[in-house]
């Protein structure tokens, strides 16, 4: 008979799953913009433009010289143009994340109206903070409140040093101060497993996927070609521009969506085990259900990965659908529960 899972086998089980699914990123995002080399060197079946992309993989792995025949040299000619494309993608990306990383929280708590707060504008929400922190044994984080009349909360931050977190006002006013202590916990969990990192770059970084394909549409569809080279690199720019939209509004937003049910299921384990009760955080959740839609993040979905429930719904027990950023509440209740 098999033994029930402990809080410590849940947390390791999804963050293996986590490194599994940021993993996915780079790995989709290659495969695509090589399909899509392939099949601009497939399409244009020139032979002058072949020669371009197999040299420009022999520049650098000359020593696959002697492995090139006429069957392989559409592969070699992709990989040549991949290659040639993705290290100028991969370079603003970076740059972008790096960007995101240091100013996304900034960002998050300005999308979701919040104000801070210190210990004499609301003793309640305060100390509790301070106390999970100490109980967590990380760094008291800024705190935040959002007014509105709905159940819901989030952390973000670059590092324990430098994390936030944000409640609305009809959590502090609907929860017993357990329950309360404990979703502060759950958010606590975010800050401690790194998950505030991780959002930042989801939430405000992989955008620039969709803003470098919009780029690419308009530069290159407002330029004249002038000569037969021109015009094969401007397919091959077409064929590139449709993998980065099958990555943005496709790939990358199921990949996120994965990432974040699995961080919420590690969250709910990890708070269970600061606060050492896990039915608190289960009854906070049940409240929760009812009603977790923050209305000023409706014009920004994708801040839903980092709350603790989806703010883009009105409430359900049993919410869940492809698009919802979280696990059902009820499922996460059961987990808690048997815990």
């Known amino acids: 008979m098999s033994q029930p899972l402990t809080v410590y086998d849940h947390i390791t089980r999804n963050n293996l799953k986590t490194a599994f699914l940021v993993l996915m990123f780079p790995i989709t995002l290659s495969v695509l913009v090589w399909i899509a080399c392939y099949g601009a060197v497939r399409v ?10 197999v040299v420009l ?13 006429e ?5 070699y000619a992709a990989s040549g143009y991949w290659l040639y494309t993705l290290m100028p993608l991969f370079s603003i990306a970076l740059g972008w994340m790096a960007i995101s990383y240091f100013f996304g929280d900034k960002m998050m708590l300005e999308f979701a109206g919040a104000r801070p707060i210190d210990l004499n504008d609301n003793k309640k929400l305060y100390r509790s903070v301070q106390n999970v922190a100490m ?25 324990p040093k430098t994390a ?22 759950h958010e606590m969990a975010h800050i401690g497993n790194r998950d505030v990192r991780l959002n930042l770059l989801i939430i405000t970084g992989l955008s620039v996927f969709g803003f470098l394909a919009e780029h690419i ?17 401007q397919l091959l720019i077409l064929f590139v521009m449709i993998a980065l939209m099958i990555f943005h509004f496709f790939i990358a937003p199921l990949l996120r969506l994965a990432i974040s049910r699995t961080r919420e299921y590690a969250a709910d384990a990890t708070g269970a085990r600061i606060t050492h009760n896990p039915g608190a955080l289960a009854d906070a959740l049940m409240k929760i259900s009812t009603d977790a839609r923050v209305e000023v993040l409706d014009r920004q979905p994708v801040m839903g990965t980092a709350c603790i429930a989806d703010p883009s719904h009105k409430g359900g027990l049993m919410l869940s659908s ?7 509440i009820g499922q996460r209740i059961r987990r808690l529960r048997a815990m």
Request: hydrophobic content about 40%; glycine content about 6%.
């Open 44 to 53: 244009l079946a020139d032979n002058d433009f072949m020669m371009d992309g």
């Open 57 to 69: 993989w022999l520049r650098w792995f000359p020593g696959t010289t002697e492995r090139l025949s």
């Open 71 to 75: 069957n392989n040299a559409y592969f």
């Open 135 to 159: 109980a967590a044994g990380l760094p008291m984080p800024k705190v935040y409140e959002i007014k509105d009349s709905s159940l819901n909360a989030f952390a973000t931050g670059h590092s």
């Open 164 to 185: 936030s977190i944000a409640v609305t006002t009809g959590l502090l006013e609907k929860l017993k101060p357990l329950e309360l202590e404990a979703v502060i916990a």
């Open 217 to 233: 549409r308009v530069r290159f569809w407002t330029i004249g070609c002038r000569n037969k080279k021109e015009n094969q690199l």
């Open 322 to 328: 492809l698009s919802s950023t979280h696990p059902p």
